[in-house]
C-alpha cells in the first residue's frame, strides 16, 4: 500500500517514526508525502502537555475523516498518545483501525496489513484520570520488577527512513527515564532508562555518515545519562572520542543534558573533540530552590550557578540552551522574580519558557493547580521579554565574527534565500543564520562554508559567505 505518515512531537518520537517507515518499506509499502494519495495513514502522536495532545487529537480526527470518507483502507495511531490513552482512543474515534503504544513500534507492519498483535491492549494501565483519587501509581512507587513498561530500543541494524534533511539526523542513543519529575509522564509512557550499546551507536552512524549526513544530534530523555543503567561510568565520554573518528561527519550535538549528570569527562571530551559542537542543551526547569523542590527536581540558583560556572570554565565558547517552566502549582511572584535574576545574570543563548500543564498520571496532579492561566501566560511574557533583549545585545557583539555555517537550504520564505546555523544553533529549535551578499546556487545543503556576521535580526543573524581558505 502506499503509506501516509503523520509524525508529532519531539525529535525522539520523530525517530520512532522514521524507524517505523523503515520496516514498512521493507514490507514492501510504498510511503507517500501526499495524504490524498495514500491508502493508510499512520499518525504518530505526542503526549507530554495539553497543547500537544490536542494537536494529535485534531490530527488524527483529520485523518479519519479521509477513513471514514472510504479515501484511505487503514488508519494507525502510535505514540506517547496511544500509549497513554489506548482504550479512549478506539472507543471515542471507532475510525481507528490500531493502536500502537510507545513499546510496539515493530508491529507497524502487522498494524498496517491487518493482522499480528497490533492494537492488542497494553501491559500498562492507561485511563483518562479525571480525578485526583484514580491517580496511578507511578514508577517511582512500583518496585522495579512489578513494572509493566515499554522495553523496545531499536538498533544499528533497523530499517530507517531519514526525514530530515539528509545532511542531519538524530540518533536516540537511549530510551526512557528513571527521574521522577512530578510534572512528567515520560518514565510510564516510556519506560526506564536503557541505553543502547555503544558499537549500535558507532555503527549506526558510520552508516548515516556514508549515506551523507553530516551533523549528528544524539538525543535521549537525559544524554549525560548514558551508560550509567548499564553500570558504564564515562560511557558518553567514550562515545564522543569514537564518533569524532568518524569520517565524512562535521558536527556532533548533544541534546537533553541533565544538570546532575554533566561530569567533567564529558566537558573534557567537548572540550578535545573538534567535531563535538560546543553547545549544552541544559533544560533546568526553574532558579526557584522552593519551586525545584516541589517540581522534585535537583538544585537550586547556587548549584546552578557552580555548574554553568564550571561549563564555561572548560568550555570559554560555549553555547548555552535551557527551558523553564512558569505556573507549576505554589509558584509565587517571588519565585518569577528570582527566575528572571537568574536568566539576566546567566545570559544563555538560548531560552524556552513552558506555562505549567496539570497532567493527570504525574505526581503534581494531586497538587492543587493554583496559579490561573493568565497569570501563567504572564509570567512566562515576562521572562521570554527579558531573553529577547539579552538575545539583541548577544547579536550584536557577534557582528563582525568570523564563523563557519553549515547551510540548510532555502528560507521557506524564499528560494532565493538560503539559510544555515552556527555551532551554537540546533536546528528546529534555534534560531538560524540567513546569507546575504551571495549566490544561493553556490551553497549548497550541508556544506561547513565560513562566513562572517554582518547583522542581526531578532533572534536570527545574518552572515555573508568568505572565501573558502585553503
Given amino acids: 500500500m502506499k503509506i501516509g505518515f503523520v509524525s508529532l512531537g519531539c525529535p525522539k518520537n520523530l525517530v520512532d517514526g522514521e524507524v517505523m517507515l523503515g520496516l514498512a518499506r521493507e514490507a514492501g509499502h510504498e510511503i507517500t508525502a501526499d495524504a490524498g494519495e495514500a491508502e493508510a495513514i499512520v499518525v504518530n502522536t505526542c503526549a507530554f502537555i495539553d497543547r500537544a495532545k490536542e494537536e494529535s487529537i485534531d490530527a488524527i480526527l483529520e485523518m479519519a475523516r479521509l477513513r471514514r470518507d472510504g479515501q484511505v483502507r487503514r488508519l494507525v495511531v502510535t505514540g506517547c498518545l496511544a500509549e497513554r490513552y489506548r482504550d479512549e482512543l478506539r472507543r471515542e474515534i471507532p475510525e481507528i483501525d490500531a493502536v500502537l503504544g510507545t513499546g510496539e513500534v515493530p508491529a507497524i507492519v502487522g498494524a498496517l496489513d491487518g493482522n499480528g498483535a497490533a492494537g492488542a491492549p497494553t ?189 564555561r570554565r572548560r568550555l570559554p565558547d560555549v553555547t548555552l540552551r535551557t527551558t523553564f517552566i512558569v505556573g507549576f502549582p505554589g509558584e509565587t511572584e517571588q519565585d518569577v522574580d528570582e527566575l528572571v535574576s537568574f536568566v539576566r545574570d546567566t545570559e544563555f543563548d538560548h531560552v524556552g519558557v513552558f506555562t505549567y500543564s496539570h497532567e493527570e498520571g504525574t505526581r503534581a496532579w494531586a497538587m492543587d493547580d493554583d496559579v490561573p492561566a493568565r497569570v501563567k501566560r504572564a509570567r512566562r511574557d515576562r521572562v521570554m521579554r527579558l531573553q529577547r533583549r539579552i538575545v539583541a545585545r548577544l547579536g550584536r557583539q557577534r557582528v563582525g565574527r568570523d564563523v563557519h555555517v553549515m547551510v540548510d537550504g532555502p528560507s521557506p520564505e524564499s528560494e532565493l534565500v538560503m539559510t544555515g546555523r552556527v555551532e551554537g544553533q540546533a536546528p528546529d529549535i534555534d534560531s538560524i543564520v540567513y546569507f546575504t551578499d551571495c549566490d544561493p546556487t553556490a551553497l549548497t545543503p550541508g556544506a561547513l562554508v565560513p562566513a562572517r556576521i554582518v547583522g542581526a535580526q531578532g533572534y536570527d543573524l545574518i552572515a555573508r559567505p568568505l572565501p573558502s581558505r585553503t
Fill in 123 to 311: 501491559a500498562v494501565p492507561v485511563t483518562l484520570y479525571r480525578s485526583k483519587q484514580q491517580l496511578p501509581p507511578t514508577p517511582a512507587d512500583v518496585p522495579p520488577a512489578e513494572r509493566e513498561t515499554p522495553t523496545y530500543l531499536y538498533d544499528a541494524s533497523t530499517p530507517r527512513l531519514l526525514t530530515t534533511p539528509r545532511h542531519y539526523a538524530y540518533v536516540k542513543i537511549a530510551e526512557g527515564c528513571d527521574y521522577t519529575c512530578a510534572f512528567c509522564i515520560i518514565p510510564t509512557l516510556r519506560g526506564q532508562y536503557r541505553s543502547r550499546t555503544e558499537d549500535s551507536i558507532v555503527a549506526e552512524a558510520e552508516q548515516l555518515a556514508a549515506r551523507g549526513v553530516r551533523e549528528l544530534l544524539l538525543i535521549s530523555q537525559d544524554t549525560t545519562f548514558y551508560g550509567i543503567d548499564r553500570g558504564e561510568r564515562g560511557a558518553l565520554a567514550r562515545l564522543l572520542r569514537r564518533l569524532n573518528g568518524i569520517d565524512g561527519l562535521a558536527w556532533i550535538r548533544l541534546l537533553y543534558l541533565y544538570p546532575t549528570t554533566i561530569t567533567d569527562d564529558v566537558l573534557d571530551a567537548m572540550a578535545e573533540c573538534d567535531k563535538v559542537c560546543r553547545y549544552i542543551d541544559l533544560p533546568l526547569q526553574h532558579a526557584s530552590a522552593a519551586v525545584l523542590r516541589r517540581m522534585r527536581r535537583p538544585g537550586n540558583r547556587r548549584t546552578y550557578d557552580a555548574l554553568l560556572d564550571r561549563i
